[in-house]
Every structure is written in C-alpha cells, then in structure tokens.
C-alpha cells in the first residue's frame, strides 16, 4: 500500500522563476493539503484540494496555485519565485469527512537562488 | 501569530532521563495530533487527542489533552537515542478533515 508520493525530491530554481510541485496521495485518499516548512518552523498551512476545487487557503499569496486531476492527484505551482519560497513542501492526503489519518509525504526541498 | 505555542524549542538529554514537551494555544481545538518528523521526512503521526483530559500512552510516550482543549502535552519516559527527532504538534478546529495549524515544534536531541 502505497503511502504520499511527491516529486522531485529536491529542486534548484532561480528567483522569479515558476516551479510545479506533484503528490499523488495515498490509495483510498480522496483530500490533498499542502503546507510549506521553513527552516526550524513548523509547517505552515497553504492549501487544501478536494474534488478537485480548492477547499480551504491559507494566508499565502495567489502567487501560490494548485490542481487537483480526478485520480485525486496534486499539484502545487508556484510563480515569480522569491528567494523566501525556499522551504521544504510537504503534501498530506486524506480521506474528505474524516478528521484523523493523514498521512505525509517526504516532501519536496525548494531552494531559490 | 503563532496559534500553538510549542515549548522548549530544543531539548538536549542523556539516555534515560525523561522530558516533557508542551503545546499550550488561547483557541480551543476539536483534536490535536502529535507527529515526530527525521530530517529529509514528513512529519508521521504519533497519536490524536479528541476528547479533554484525554491520556493515551504509546510506550514510553504518554499524550494529554488539557480539560479546555487548548493544551496538550507529550511525556517520554526513559528517552532513547532513537526518540531524537523534530516533535511536532497540530491542532484542527474542525472534525471534516480540515486544516492542521503546527506548532514551530520542539527539536529533541537524546545522547547516548
């Protein structure tokens, strides 16, 4: 049973570029979160997907989109990056209408140059 | 405005003493989760508190959940090298699977 998967692992983007970020969630998972984490921070809460509309948002800009596609896979763009967008991204499924059990993935490293 | 406040930062003990760790919030929360997270990993869940003054125990580690569900704490008993890690606690304001709201986690190093 396959857990979070993400890709790539890591990535080296120069500032004001674009990058796209993938998460194909858990079988049986239906919800894609989102949460980008800084350097000694806790995750911070980005976006959530279900049904493929975005859900729930937290306070990033709108420079920061997503995509969910009907096998209930992910994806996180970012635009004009900013060298503060460094941050490991993590993705969480779960499954709509249940509180508990999500589960992470190992998330992708961000690093703007 | 950091909604769960995770104290200490960093924790540094020898194997075999025990520690606590607190997440202490002026917002109430219908659960709270705690997660351990290595470096280079996700975050991966230890346990889920719903209900206040809840106590569970995963071995040594022992989970509570204050009676007002703003609080919660975690209690190693006897730490073990292998208990090193990036302690994490998150609290959700909803039962439908909605956001989780991190605490800036407690980063515990256990010498041998």
């Known amino acids: 049973d396959a857990g979070v998967t993400q890709s790539p692992t890591h990535l080296i983007k120069t500032r004001g570029q674009q990058v796209t970020l993938r998460c194909s969630p858990k079988s049986g998972h239906d919800t894609v979160s989102w949460y980008q984490q800084a350097l000694g921070q806790g995750p911070q809460f980005i976006f959530q997907?279900?049904?493929?509309?975005?859900?729930q948002r937290g306070n990033f800009p709108d420079r920061f989109s997503g995509h969910q596609f009907p096998n209930y896979s992910s994806e996180l763009n970012v635009n004009a990056l900013l060298l503060g967008d460094s941050a490991l991204y993590l993705c969480?499924?779960?499954?709509?209408?249940?509180?508990?059990?999500?589960?992470f993935g190992s998330g992708t490293r961000l690093t703007v140059v | 405005t950091q909604l769960l406040e995770q104290s200490p930062q960093f924790l540094s003990i020898q194997e075999g003493e025990n520690l606590t760790v607190y997440c202490n919030s002026s917002?109430?929360?219908?659960?709270l989760q705690w997660y351990r997270q290595e470096p280079g990993e996700g975050p991966v869940l230890l346990v889920t508190?719903?209900?206040?003054?809840e106590v569970k125990k995963l071995k040594r580690l022992t989970f509570q959940f204050g009676d007002a569900r703003k609080d919660s704490s975690l209690h190693i008993t006897a730490a073990q090298p292998g208990d090193t890690g990036l302690y994490l606690c998150?609290?959700?304001?909803?039962?439908?699977?909605?956001?989780?709201?991190f605490g800036q986690g407690t980063e515990l190093s256990v010498k041998p």
């Open positions: 998150a609290g959700a304001r909803d039962n439908q699977g909605g956001k989780l709201i």
């Open positions: 508190v719903v209900t206040g003054g």
């Open positions: 917002s109430v929360f219908s659960s």
């Open positions: 969480a499924s779960s499954l709509a209408g249940v509180a508990y059990g999500y589960t």
């Open positions: 997907y279900y049904e493929e509309e975005e859900r």
